[in-house]
């Protein structure tokens, strides 16, 4: 069973983590935000902490596709996604930032990391669940 989270909640949420880790955020140059989960909190992000937003995308054969890689060259990067469950989409794209374009330093975020479920890697800036969550963008999934 999913909890549902709103788009109102999404914003808040992301207010939330940007105010909780301000400091920490005022180091990042750049935003990357994951398609297609994770473009919506990473442009509210993007927005809050005033910083440029670029695209990466996977594919159905584990292919990451990323716009303006030369942006990211020795840059500090915050790569943001909805949730973080197994943290296999997360690792793959931290290890594709940084061997194709790459940024100095890459920070992760997720709105939400659920707790229950064993993780290929962490992020640094998240909200714990101990359920899973359900996004506006994934309702007709469900």
Sequence with gaps: ???????????????????????????????????????????LIATEINKPLVSIYINKQ????????EWLKDKNVLFVDDVCRSGTTMFGAVLY??????????????????????????PQFTHKSKEDVCFPWDYDKK
């Design 1 to 43: 069973m999913s909890k549902f989270v709103s788009i109102i909640s999404v914003q808040t949420k992301c207010h939330q983590l940007v105010k909780k880790y301000e400091q920490e955020l005022k180091q990042i140059d750049i935003v990357v935000g994951m398609s297609r989960g994770g473009l919506i909190p990473a442009a």
């Design 97 to 122: 930032l940084k061997s194709h374009a790459e940024a100095k330093e890459i920070k992760v975020l997720t709105m939400f990391e659920i707790e229950s479920i064993q993780k290929k890697a962490h």
């Design 62 to 69: 584990d292919e990451y596709f990323l716009d303006r890689a």
